[in-house]
Structures are given as structure tokens and as C-alpha cells.
């Protein structure tokens, strides 16, 4: 059974949605692969981290609606 790390509304204590909670032996993994995205993303010119940067809130956009809703 995975454990799940749920988040709370502070207002009214209402559950608003919950993950997966990274274990002690999957750590070491997780961090290495942030250190190599970020190693690619510091690769990246200015130009091209505007250009991702904007391309995810053009897609975030299209699908905020959706999101409001849950």
C-alpha cells in the first residue's frame, strides 16, 4: 500500500487533493534526477527557457477551466 500525502483547504480543512509520498530508498533517485534537469535546463539559453516557460502557460491556460473545476 502506497502512503499519500494529502493537502488541506486552511479555511475549511476540506482535503483538496493528495500524492504519493516518496519513500527513504526511491530519495536518492528522485534527486538525481532534478540535478540532471536542472543541469539541461541551465544548458538552455535565455531565449529557450522564455520559450518553455511560455509554451507551459499557453498550455495551462487551455486547460484551466478543466482545473477550476476539481
Same mark, same amino acid.
Given at each position: =500500500? =502506497?502512503? =499519500?500525502?494529502?493537502?488541506?483547504?486552511?479555511?475549511?480543512?476540506? !482535503?483538496?487533493?493528495?500524492?504519493?509520498?516518496?519513500?527513504?530508498?526511491? =530519495?536518492? !533517485?528522485?534527486?538525481?534526477?532534478?540535478?540532471? !534537469?536542472?543541469?539541461?535546463?541551465?544548458?538552455?539559453?535565455?531565449?529557450?527557457?522564455?520559450?518553455?516557460?511560455?509554451?507551459?502557460?499557453?498550455?495551462?491556460?487551455?486547460?484551466?477551466? !478543466?482545473?477550476?473545476?476539481?
Amino acid at each position: =500500500m =502506497m502512503l =499519500m500525502l494529502v493537502s488541506y483547504d486552511p479555511v475549511n480543512q476540506a !482535503a483538496l487533493g493528495e500524492v504519493p509520498i516518496t519513500t527513504a530508498e526511491k =530519495m536518492s !533517485a528522485v534527486v538525481k534526477q532534478a540535478k540532471n !534537469a536542472q543541469k539541461a535546463w541551465a544548458a538552455l539559453s535565455l531565449i529557450e527557457r522564455q520559450d518553455k516557460v511560455t509554451l507551459a502557460y499557453e498550455n495551462l491556460a487551455k486547460v484551466q477551466e !478543466a482545473l477550476d473545476s476539481c
